[in-house]
């Protein structure tokens, strides 16, 4: 079966500082890893994701993630958190053969602080 | 452009009403979904159409019924719905591939009284 935890319900953190919003999986075969950001009333924006390669991963508004197998991992980060960063996060697996059936976290509210 | 449009932004429907969410995409994708959203929890999948036709309906209850008239539209008809169904629903599309990005619409807030 596959799954997504995201073992903090909230994470804060004040503007400037770095921030890490937490992702494992569970998952048979080669993963494919998403994170998206859900700000209020909108719908998910895609961050970035992993398929193979780099285990760091680039993605927008300065976000980055990196891939660990060993220790199933996916954790999102960003060098100097901004207060417009704040917002909902979801990290998602997708095994290949499985058409459409994305998994996700429950999700990490993340609140940067001035 | 990565860009899905839905229709309305916001419905308020009564329990024995019909009413219909469209969404539409021009990238150019195969693979369109349907996505239901509760405040603060992660979307839950309820249909998915690849190439047109309906590949997974996870169970979702028949007073919904999704529509693919052609690659660039999705519908979702609404019939006699229940106040738990109220939600966000979410459309989303992507290329067939498996490693593919799914590309999300803004939502469609529903409120049934």
């Known amino acids: 079966a596959q799954s997504v935890a995201q073992p903090e319900d909230q994470v804060n953190v004040a503007e400037g500082n770095p921030l890490t919003v937490k992702c494992t999986y569970s998952?048979?075969?080669?993963?494919?890893l998403f994170w998206y950001v859900q700000y209020p009333n909108r719908g998910l924006q895609f961050l970035l994701k992993y398929i193979t390669g780099d285990n760091l991963v680039k993605g927008s508004y300065g976000f980055e993630a990196e891939f660990n197998k060993s220790q199933t991992s996916f954790h999102l980060k960003k060098p100097s958190a901004l207060v417009s960063d704040s917002a909902l996060y979801f990290c998602a697996v997708k095994r290949g053969s499985t058409l459409g059936r994305l998994y996700f976290g429950r999700g990490t509210q993340l609140t940067v602080w001035p | 452009d990565t860009e899905v449009t839905q229709t309305p932004k916001h419905l308020v429907m009564g329990m024995t009403n019909k009413k219909s969410l469209k969404c539409e995409q021009h990238?150019?994708?195969?693979?369109m979904y349907w996505y239901k959203q509760k405040a603060k929890k992660p979307p839950e999948l309820m249909f998915v159409?690849?190439?047109?036709?309906?590949?997974i309906n996870e169970s979702v209850p028949s007073r919904f019924s999704p529509e693919c008239p052609n690659s660039s539209l999705l519908n979702l008809h609404l019939h006699a719905l229940q106040p738990e169904d109220s939600a966000l629903y979410l459309c989303?599309?992507?290329?067939?591939?498996?490693?593919?990005?799914?590309?999300f619409g803004p939502g469609t807030r529903l409120l049934v009284l």
């Open positions: 989303a599309s992507s290329h067939l591939l498996d490693q593919e990005t799914q590309y």
């Open positions: 998952v048979s075969g080669n993963p494919y």
């Open positions: 159409y690849s190439y047109e036709k309906l590949s």
């Open positions: 990238m150019g994708h195969r693979a």
